[in-house]
T-cell receptor, first 113, second 116 residues
């Protein structure tokens, strides 16, 4: 039973356009959400996060949106660059449970130049 | 040097063999984790440790054991390796929740394990 779901295994976007990666969750107790980026032969690295008390967090080209009623979050990358090509993992945690992260299956993003 | 170092980077082993994957960190974090990555399944938690005397099972601990030798060291053992344990294994560290989970985990570069 996957509590965090990334239903799109892959996404292809033209350089300069917007990339939108989606994530759904089932556990209403999740109170913190994160996105990680992973390049081949490297470990995942933290990208951006959002607390459940917010609905938007922005960091440069990256913006995460949270819709608690729909249990949905998305990562927007604008403009997309070829270096953004990677696997993106959505993750969620519950502070009460010690903040252990639960990860989605990942989405492979390819940005074409 | 990397903040979180995993050894070996790649390993091929035979079914039934015992194997140990090692992880060391220089972040000074109390919390350490072992995850495995499989295509289509993402990262799944095997074991975690919140301090040297604390060991907890994750969602897929069967067939694995761990040892927290020191704050900086957390090793994962496969007692009798089987082919479906072929995967990419990641060690990660994190700070305590009171200091914030804004950045989440710091991951090592992974160990690619193949069981034949």
């Amino acid at each position: 039973d996957q509590q965090v779901k990334q239903n799109s295994p892959s996404l292809s976007v033209q350089e300069g356009r917007i990339s939108i990666l989606n994530c759904d969750y089932t556990n209403s107790m999740f109170d913190y959400f994160l996105w990680y980026k992973k390049y081949p032969a490297e470990g995942p690295t933290f990208l951006i996060s959002i607390s459940s008390i917010k609905d938007k967090n922005e960091d440069g080209r990256f913006t995460v949106f949270l819709n608690k009623s729909a249990k949905h979050l998305s990562l927007h990358i604008v403009p997309s660059q070829p270096g953004d090509s990677a696997v993106y993992f959505c993750a969620a945690s519950v502070r009460e449970y010690g903040n252990k992260l639960v990860f989605g299956a990942g989405t492979i993003l390819r940005v074409k130049s | 040097d990397a903040d979180v170092t995993q050894t070996p980077r790649n390993r091929i082993t035979k079914t039934g063999k015992r194997i140990m994957l090692e992880c060391s960190q220089t972040k000074g974090h109390d919390r350490m984790y072992w995850y495995r990555q499989d295509p289509g399944l993402g990262l799944r938690l095997i074991y975690y440790s919140f301090d040297v005397k604390d060991i907890n099972k994750g969602e897929i601990s069967d067939g694995y054991s761990v040892s927290r030798q020191a704050q900086a060291k957390f090793s994962l053992s496969l007692e009798s390796a089987i082919p479906n344990q072929t995967a990419l294994y990641f060690c990660a560290t994190s700070d305590t929740p009171s200091t914030g989970v804004k950045g989440g985990y710091t991951f090592g570069s992974g160990t690619r394990l193949t069981v034949v």
